[in-house]
């Protein structure tokens, strides 16, 4: 009889690609996926079980035992482990980072899991309705709860910390016990066992709603695309698929990129199931997102809405995942471990049984492809349930019409008739497009950052100059410090936009969305709700104005510049702006008769500026499509990208240049190794970076490339301050 398993195989939160073999104490028994502390070095530390073993490659007398395990079963499931295992290994990560980073802070800190005492839920009463209607509630904190709490088929009971993720307040017991001394809110507690039925809706489903549903009733485990812009109802599907599976005892996953950005979602599931839903995004205090995660994985709670990590929540009998926004960039982590949650979403899918949707208005050109080509469901709300149709997308040809402050004469005519009839106007700056700089219009010189390839840039409000890469503050310099000639600031930003428009249009109420602009908490609800409340508006902002907000007045959307981000080296930038436009255009034409889009641009008669048309998504990428075929680019290649970064130029060349030469030694058939090459930011924060791109028709030769020449570089003794990371399917070449 062999002996029985004693050592335990854990990983551990340190950025090393191997296990650590400990003992096992007698009295303990463990499983896989279990926490434990260990001994680890002169401390101690936590750690996940990975594995069990009879032996170890460390001699007997050298193995530790570790001391405890916190709890008596496995946090995270085998399948959870798997996904981890296989993200570890398809990332080029080191396991126990991804696997400890799975958990909550609290959890990998080794705190003890919270007791779940069942909370207490608020609900708005009809004299707090009346109050709201009434205007006799004043506050803009009580106006905000009594909101959130909803109204006939949306009445809701939330608890605390749903309210405040509702609201964008913080909210603290003694504020809603107030409201509740006033007869406005009544407070209840929920039977753990007997969970509050979800809020039936009323809609009469669409037929093409009723088919999105079908096809993922039909039992195919390929991953489901719903496609259909803003407005076309996939908020109902996704509502009303969550509701069967929850019926059927299952649990269901939602993620959404950014839960500030779309409080209106999370408020809208929280609603239809109350009691229900569980928020996991990284904005919660510690012990608030304990606790969510907790009641996730006993089973309290059967809804899961969350970021990007909240696609590691243990949820027992997962039957749903749904990945809203699928296109969203937020779903790639950006550093460590760099995976995207929308794949390993799909993943997790097939290894839960768990049938996946992926939405959006504006598909990834990867899932569009899968698609189209019958790997995955397709199914498209072509309709909008209010009966309204998107707009027709006009240029504005920027050679003829020469723009004044960014405005020219045919969007201010189009605004003044949009404004005339009561409608808004939405105006749109793309991403890089916002910032002003300072130059000098003798002689060319233009104010950079001292540390990053980067120009300064000057808001309105600030007598300083930012860098937006590292934050580095300066004096704004009066002079050309080459030529003393004054200086000029250059460039159009929201806020300067927001000065001309206020002299063209006096009287007319002004709104600027933008990073700057929503800061602290809540601004953002504040924004919106005004948007809301306004008829006649002039709304300025960034892509931000573009995400999944419904705001029916919005009769006009001008682009201020498109080419901008139509004709820029980087991979993606092209695809986000065909996108952004279609999310654009999802804002114009609601409610009221029609709407329209115009965009600036210098290039009126390219084929991707005819070819726009923000009714048909797939049509109108097409070109784009087979670009990317000609080029072996996703999706029809595959990419990753080493970047190596150091403290000095000459370091991080010789490095990147002994990687990449060790790539293409090694490189097997397929596979193509460019560069390296200084990144398009070659130097930020003082550090500079190169970067080699791999490029491969398969994945099997890229993926072993790669890990044959990350086990050379470990061996290395690379240079202090030298760091090698590997981004796999990158969401961005820059
Ligand atoms: P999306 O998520 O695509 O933006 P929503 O699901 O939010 O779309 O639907 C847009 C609006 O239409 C919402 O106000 C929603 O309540 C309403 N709606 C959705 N489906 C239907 C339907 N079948 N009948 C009537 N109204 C609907
Ligand atoms: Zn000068
Ligand atoms: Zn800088």
């Not at 926004?325 to 950006?334: G, N």
């Not at 573009?546 to 981000?565: E, N, R, T, W, Y």
């Not at 970067?691 to 030769?701: E, F, G, K, V």
Request: charged share 20%; hydrophobic share 40%; aromatic share 4%.
């Amino acid at each position: 009889m062999p002996a029985a398993p004693r050592i335990a195989r854990i990983a551990l939160d340190r950025p090393l690609d191997r296990l650590f073999d400990y003992l096992i104490p007698d009295a303990l028994s463990l499983a896989p996926g279990q926490r434990v502390r260990v001994p680890f070095g002169r401390g101690t530390t936590i750690g996940l079980v990975v594995a069990m073993a009879s032996t170890s490659e460390v001699p007997s007398g050298r193995l530790r035992a570790l001391l405890e395990s916190p709890e008596a079963e496995p946090l995270l499931g085998p399948r959870l482990l798997e996904l981890l295992q296989f993200g570890a290994r398809y990332y080029h990560h080191p396991l126990g980072e991804a696997l400890l980073g799975a958990l909550p802070p609290a959890v990998r800190h080794g705190d003890p899991l919270p007791a779940l005492t069942p909370e207490t839920l608020w609900r708005k009463t009809p004299e707090g309705a009346r109050a709201l209607a009434d205007g006799d509630a004043r506050g803009r904190r009580q106006q905000a709860v009594l909101r959130a709490l909803g109204n006939g088929h949306g009445a809701a009971a939330l608890d605390r910390a749903t309210l405040a993720a509702a609201t964008g307040l913080q909210l603290a017991p003694r504020e809603l016990h107030a409201l509740a001394q006033r007869g406005w809110l009544e407070a209840t507690t929920p039977d753990p066992e007997q969970p509050p039925p979800p809020n039936i809706s009323d809609h009469r489903l669409t037929p093409d709603q009723r088919a999105a549903i079908d096809a993922l009733a039909s039992g195919t485990s390929a991953p489901l695309l719903l496609e259909g812009v803003t407005g076309s109802g996939k908020t109902e599907v996704y509502l009303q698929m969550a509701e069967r599976v929850l019926a059927h005892g299952h649990a269901a996953l939602f993620l959404i990129p950014e839960i500030a950005l779309t409080p209106q979602l999370s408020a809208r599931i929280q609603q239809r199931f109350p009691g229900q839903v569980a928020l996991l995004h990284s904005g919660l205090a510690e012990g608030e997102r304990l606790r969510a995660w907790e009641a996730a994985r006993r089973g309290q709670r059967r809804i899961v809405v969350g970021t990007r990590s909240a696609l590691f929540t243990p949820l027992p009998d997962l039957g749903l995942i749904i990945v809203d926004e699928e296109h969203d960039s937020a779903f790639k982590q950006q550093d460590g471990f760099r995976y995207n949650a929308r794949d390993l979403a799909i993943k997790r899918g097939q290894l839960e049984q768990a049938a996946v949707v992926l939405g959006s208005a504006t598909p990834t050109l990867e899932t569009l492809h899968a698609a189209t080509t019958g790997r995955y469901g397709h199914a498209r709300l072509t309709t909008r349930p209010d009966g309204t149709h998107p707009p027709t997308v006009e240029t504005v040809d920027t050679r003829v019409h020469t723009p004044d402050e960014g405005l020219t004469a045919p969007l201010l005519d189009a605004m003044q008739q949009t404004l005339a009839a009561g409608h808004q106007c939405f105006l749109l700056l793309n991403r890089r497009g916002f910032a002003r700089v300072l130059a000098c219009d003798a002689c060319g010189w233009v104010a950079e950052c001292p540390d990053c390839d980067a120009r300064l840039t000057i808001h309105a409000h600030n007598p300083r100059a930012v860098c937006h890469l590292c934050g580095h503050h300066g004096p704004r310099p009066e002079r050309c410090p080459e030529c003393g000639e004054p200086l000029a600031q250059r460039g159009l930003g929201t806020q300067r936009l927001e000065q001309a428009l206020a002299r063209h249009f006096p009287g007319i109420p002004l709104i600027r969305l933008d990073r700057d602009s929503i800061r602290h908490k809540g601004a953002l609800e504040e924004a919106l709700d005004r948007i809301r409340r306004l008829n006649a508006a002039i709304v300025v902002g960034t892509q931000m104005l573009a995400k999944g907000h419904d705001f029916p007045q919005v009769g006009l959307v001008g682009v201020i510049d498109v080419d901008q981000g139509l004709f820029s080296v980087d991979l993606r930038a092209t695809e986000n702006t065909l996108q952004l436009i279609v999310q654009a255009a999802g804002r114009a034409g609601r409610g009221s008769g029609g709407g329209r889009v115009l965009l600036q641009t210098g290039h009126p008669d390219h084929p991707l500026i005819r070819g726009l048309n923000a009714a048909d998504y797939p049509a109108m990428v097409a070109p784009l499509l087979a670009e990317r075929e000609a080029a072996g680019m996703p999706p029809h290649g595959h990419l990753a990208l080493v970047r190596v970064e150091a403290g000095d130029a000459e370091t991080t060349r010789r490095h990147a240049e002994r990687i990449a030469t060790h790539l293409r030694d090694t490189a097997t058939e397929g596979l193509r190794v460019l560069g390296p090459a200084p990144a398009p930011r070659h130097r930020v924060n003082r550090r500079f970076r190169e970067q080699i791109l791999l490029q491969s028709t398969r994945r099997n030769p890229l993926h072993e490339s790669l890990a044959r020449a990350r086990h050379a570089w470990q061996a290395d003794d690379l240079p202090r301050g030298t760091r090698i990371a590997i981004d796999i399917d990158p969401v961005s070449l820059a």
